[in-house]
C-alpha cells in the first residue's frame, strides 16, 4: 500500500485546484458584504434549457461573509469554510467577488446533489451586484447566477443554529442531525488544542519540498496523458478502426486532452494565485500528517490507508475516548452515539496497513507526499 505524491495526493491536490478557482485570504475590500448572512433562493443558468432553478428550502443553503474574510456555508447536509474577498466597483453595490478553497464535511447528501454543484461553481464566482436587498454571485464567462436573500446572522455555535443541540466540545454548543458532522466539529476542535500543546507547526521549507513535489509528480502526469493521446491519435490515423472502436479512442482522446489542460501551470497573474493555493493546501496537508504522527507515538494502533496519507485510525479513538472521559466533549443526542463512534469501530470501512510492514513502519516517518 505504498503511496507516493504522484499517485493519490497529486491527484488530490490536482483536484483541489481545479476546484478552489482564485486563493484570497485576508479582510475582504466589500465593507458592505462583510458581516452578513445570506441564504441561497435560486441558481439562474444562462443556458435556456436549464433556466433558474429554485431552491425548495433556501434556509438549508446559507452563506456568512465573515469581517474576518472567512465564510461559513451550510450545504444541505455538509458544512463548510473559505475565505473570500470582494472590490466594490464605483457604484458601491457591484464588484469583483472570489472565493478561496472551501474545507468542510464530505457527507452524501440526498438528490439532487446541490452541494457538490455548489461547491464546484463557487470556483467561478467573479462578481457580485446587490439589487432590492438581495445578493447576486456571478459565475465567470456567463457561467449562472446563484441569488440569495438576507438571512438572520448565525448565533455563535458549531453547526446551525437552528438545529438541536448535539454535543458539546470545549465549552462550545455543536447543533445538528448529523453524527458525521458532529464528528467533524469535534475532531477539528480537539486537534487544534492538541497541536498547540504539542507545538506543531509547518515550516516554509516544507511548505516548499511539498508544492515542488507536486509540481513535479502533476507535470508526469501531464506527459503520461501527452503520451497516451498521441498513441491514440496514431490509431486512429490507421483508418482501420470500426465503428466502436473509433467512437472509443475519440473519448479517449477528448478525455487526454481535458486532462492535459487540467494539469496545465497557470500562466501569468493566475500563476502567483495558484502558488498561493498550492502553498495553502501543503500546509493542510503537513499539518495534519504531523497531528496524525503525534497521536500515532501517543496512543498507538492500526493504521489506515487513505488517498491524503494514512490514518491513524485506532490512536485517534482512543484519543476522542480519553477526551469525552475527561469531560472535553460530549454527545448530547443519544442517537448519534453509536454513528458518531461507527468510522472508527467498524473495521469494514477501511484498507489497513498490514501491521509490522514497511509500510506501516514508514507511515509517520516518512512523508506521504515524498518517494519511498
Not at 463548510?80 to 474577498?85: D, E, K, M, N, V
Not at 464588484?95 to 478553497?101: I, T
Not at 432590492?132 to 448565533?155: C, F, H, Q, T, V
Not at 515550516?203 to 511539498?210: G, L, N, S, V, W
Amino acid at each position: 500500500m505504498t503511496q507516493s505524491l504522484s499517485g493519490g495526493i497529486a491527484l488530490l491536490v490536482a483536484g483541489v485546484l481545479a476546484a478552489i478557482g482564485n486563493a484570497v485570504e485576508g479582510p475582504p475590500a466589500g465593507a458592505a458584504l462583510a458581516g452578513s448572512a445570506w441564504e441561497l433562493v435560486a441558481i439562474q443558468s444562462m443556458d435556456d434549457a436549464q433556466g433558474t432553478l429554485r431552491i425548495a428550502d433556501p434556509a438549508a443553503f446559507t452563506l456568512q461573509l465573515g469581517t474576518d474574510g472567512r465564510a461559513a456555508l451550510m450545504l444541505d447536509c455538509n458544512r463548510g469554510t473559505a475565505s473570500w474577498q470582494a472590490t466594490p466597483a464605483g457604484d458601491g453595490n457591484s464588484g469583483q467577488f472570489a472565493f478561496g478553497p472551501v474545507a468542510g464535511t464530505r457527507a452524501l447528501c440526498p438528490p439532487p446533489h446541490l452541494d457538490e454543484c455548489i461547491v464546484r461553481d463557487l470556483a467561478y464566482v467573479r462578481g457580485y451586484l446587490l439589487r432590492d436587498g438581495k445578493l447576486y454571485l456571478s459565475l465567470m464567462a456567463d457561467g449562472g447566477i446563484y441569488e440569495w436573500r438576507p438571512r438572520a446572522a448565525a448565533a455563535p455555535v458549531l453547526g446551525d443554529p437552528a438545529q438541536p443541540l448535539a454535543g458539546r466540545v470545549l465549552g462550545q454548543a455543536v447543533r445538528t442531525r448529523d453524527a458525521e458532522e458532529l464528528r467533524f466539529y469535534v475532531l477539528h476542535v480537539l486537534t487544534d488544542r492538541f497541536a498547540a500543546v504539542e507545538g506543531i507547526t509547518v515550516t516554509k521549507a516544507e511548505i516548499d519540498a511539498f508544492v515542488a513535489s507536486t509540481a513535479a509528480a502533476l507535470a508526469r502526469d501531464r506527459a503520461e496523458a501527452a503520451a497516451r493521446r498521441d498513441a491514440l491519435k496514431r490509431e486512429l490515423a490507421t483508418g482501420k478502426l470500426s465503428a466502436d472502436r473509433k467512437a472509443q479512442v475519440e473519448r479517449e482522446i477528448a478525455g487526454a486532452e481535458q486532462l492535459i489542460a487540467d494539469l496545465a501551470p497557470a500562466m501569468g497573474a493566475a500563476a502567483a494565485e495558484e502558488r498561493q493555493a498550492r502553498a495553502e493546501i501543503a500546509a493542510a496537508f503537513i499539518r495534519q500528517w504531523k497531528i496524525n504522527g503525534a497521536l500515532q507515538r501517543k496512543y498507538g494502533g492500526r493504521t489506515i490507508f487513505q488517498q491524503a496519507g494514512p490514518e491513524p485510525l485506532d490512536a485517534t479513538r482512543r484519543f476522542l475516548e480519553a477526551a469525552q472521559a475527561a469531560g472535553d466533549f460530549a454527545i448530547a443526542n443519544p442517537a448519534l452515539e453509536k454513528p458518531f463512534w461507527s468510522y472508527y469501530r467498524d473495521d469494514a470501512r477501511h484498507s489497513f496497513y498490514k501491521p509490522g510492514s514497511r509500510e506501516e513502519q514508514a507511515a509517520f516517518t516518512t512523508p506521504p507526499w515524498q518517494a519511498r
